[in-house]
């Protein structure tokens, strides 16, 4: 069945404390997992970010949704029980709880009066039973929305920048890939680093740098601003230049991408050669900011609960 979006989530965490109990939110996103049969994947599947697992996070979002509409009451940091109105909501026997039915409680609907015009479509495609109008068939937390919507301007992002390096001189390369590895911290300085890249003059780059700003080992670096795959036969050279230079290490990158036999091959040799691809030289462009600018930054805040711990 899948992970199941917050929306569906919220009916069975409503009925999981339909006991009266005060439960702890660890104890309610453990039952609700087993009811919904999730596998230990599922379970653990995480947020792009890493930083919570998916299902906790919409099991999460399920529990705020309906405290907001006053269903849920969190006696204090960590619990949760159902209130009186929830008690009432269970008697009536819903089919289905969404936030367009939590919309008919005062505070919920205020506090949504704004929200986002995605979230407004899904939820009446929800009300509606119109679940093939509702994009991947699931209804994103706003941790997802924000996650995907990063994921999605990001790889626009390294795809313009990978045809941007496509289309710039082979100098203007060099000093690119110069400055890549010099903000990964190999070559000590630019300057030092540039004297020793870019020998080759054929559209690559071949040399040596400083694994380290002391110096203490020679890694080889050759660059391919090809556009065709880069194959086994390649590497296969690179690897066997790198002797004349006694470099066990080497990176290889190229604005293309790698065949599986060149992957293959550098996991059973013994030098240790680094394949970097478009993609991932983009990336890196982007992690260390090497011809990118911010354009808008949004800092996302949480409540700090332990300034309201009362000694």
Known sequence: MGIPDFQTIMLPLLQTLA?????????????????FKLTDEERSKLLPSGQQSVFGNRAAWAKTDLKMAGLIESPSRGLVKISHEGTKVLAEKPAKITRSFLRQYPAYDAFFTKKPDQLVAADQHAATGDQQAIATDEIQTPEEL?????????????????????SCSPKFFEQLVVRVLVAMGY???????????GKSGDGGIDGTIKE????????????????????RPVVQAFAGSMEGF??????????????????EYVTRIERRIVLIDGPTLANYMMDYDIGVAMSQSFIVKKIDLDFFEES
């Open 19 to 35: 006991d009266g109990k005060v439960w702890t939110t660890r104890d309610v996103t453990k039952s609700l997992a087993d009811f």
């Open 146 to 166: 924000l996650e995907s919507s990063y994921a999605t301007l990001r790889n626009a992002l390294a795809e313009e920048l990978l045809d941007r390096v496509k």
């Open 246 to 263: 006694r470099a066990r290490k080497g990176v290889l990158i190229t604005t293309a991408s790698f065949s599986a036999e060149a992957r």
């Open 187 to 197: 070559g000590g300085s630019l300057a030092d680093a540039g004297q020793v890249i």
């Open 212 to 231: 380290d700003k002391l110096g203490l080992d020679v890694v080889c670096v050759q660059a391919k601003r090809w556009e065709n795959t880069v194959g």
